[in-house]
């Protein structure tokens, strides 16, 4: 960006009024810069004559469409909120969801209509737009693109976006993202007019727009954008429209890399990848495939801890923290910070016990401007006047972070504290597995029992002695590790980012009709877990006086 510094988001917009290079390509169609920006213009026209008293939010419930860009930049133009909308909620969740965001209007089209149709919304039925039928393409024809001048422009704290959290611990929350910190986010990445973002991650999550979609308007890059992600069509997509670049999160490149290799495996624009949460098997696959290096970073949607990549050169690593920010990992019930991780001469963590804690910023309050109506959750994340992320992580001695699991994947084995992701990381080394998620389950007489869900490659059944050798075989593998319990599910649940979700895995426990392995007693031996076992252990639980973890 040149000329003075930008500082809100309309005028991020505004940037590309008379630019004539394309800025938005989508199945087969093409908008120059100056026509997304005029599109821009008739939404924030239709927007403010439709604003009502209170709160001046917007939802909206759509797939990848020109239609949400437009309305993105609408919003950003009128001083509007936009408030996206998760449609993988279903029924009160989703209306909970726009209520509780006070949103006035919900812009929706006919393929998710039938989400919300007899649902309480809390907006009369004048106010749930379909940007698909006539009557809306009417109001949009009948205002002036060159209209909003006379409006008064956004201040760079105003409130633009409300970003619901993936609600892969909890209940989903809606981080406020206001003009001025998103014009901040866009400038973060070096994109150029050459560049063409492809942006397959839906946009109302803070991966895509912080990653493709502000950076776009920019830098001027072309935005393509793909209704919904399909690993099938992730190579023919980035071929057709010549992308320089991809933006992903959770296990999306999992999926690409299990797809049948081709011959145009290598032939591509591109220059790397954003994937944070891939995990090191797949980032190797995904770069030995198609010649293109993954970088993962960090960046919550909160925005308080932004962790830069690194490179090549650290497998699984995070990046490293600004300085001014004072990022730590610390002890979560003291707040003494922990010491740096230690490696063996293969690069296996050797210290997890003592180095593993949650990410924290001691100087990133400022940068979190909170959730929407909730100080609850805001008190909760800014404890102490730090920043508290609900990442667990450990950092070595070059100030380089690794992602170490949530603040809820800590487990307790024989007095023994550990995280979940280390264990994660040994287990996917064993062949067939194409993803897995290990997580706490409540021990009959104390503390948790280890329980790993795997999921298989396609035609790969599990082998339980094969998979007993496996773990004596692992020399990092900590003596209370090795998982008490193995249920082999078809796919692992996840979240509408495609974040591997552990709430219903830790939910279901053994109540589950995907076959469940165990070894009893000190037994090295897995075999399966039958009724008989559960009902025997159920038994157990009672005995103890433990029941009520269960939920029973």
Known sequence: MTGPPVTTAAELVRLRSDDDGTGLTFEGERWTWRQVVAEAERRAGLLVGLRQDGPFHVGVLLENTPEYLFLLAGAALAGAVVVGVNPTRRGNELATDVRRTDCQLLVTDSTQLGLVEGLALGIGP?????????????????????????????????LYLLIFTSGSTGGPKAVRMTQGRAARAAARIGFTGEDVLYSAMPLFHGNALSAAVLPAFASGATL????????????????????????????????????????????????????????ARDKEAFTRRFGVPLVEGYGSSENAIVLTPVGQARPGALGRANERDDVAVVDQSTGEERPSATFDRHGRLTNAAECIGELVGRRARSNFEGYYNNPEADAERTRNGWYWSGDLAYRDEDGIFYFAGRAGDWLRVDSENFAAAPVERILARFPGASGVAVYPVPDSRTGDQVMAALELEPGVGFDPGAFAGFLAAQDDLGTKWAPRYVRVVESLPVTATDKTDKLPLRAERWSTDDPVWHRRGRSQEYVPLTGADVAALLEEFAANGRSELLGR
């Open 126 to 158: 004048d106010r749930l737009l379909v940007a698909d039928e006539d009557a809306y393409r009417r109001r949009l024809d009948g205002i002036d693109p060159a209209g909003s001048a006379a409006r008064p422009a956004p201040t760079p704290d105003q």
């Open 224 to 279: 393509a954008l793909r209704r919904r992600f399909s690993a099938s069509s992730f190579l023919p997509d980035v071929r057709e429209n010549g992308a320089t670049f991809f933006n992903t999160v959770g296990r999306a490149i999992a999926h690409i890399v299990a797809t049948p290799p081709t011959a145009h495996d290598r032939d591509h624009r591109l220059r790397y990848v954003l994937g944070p949460e891939t995990s």
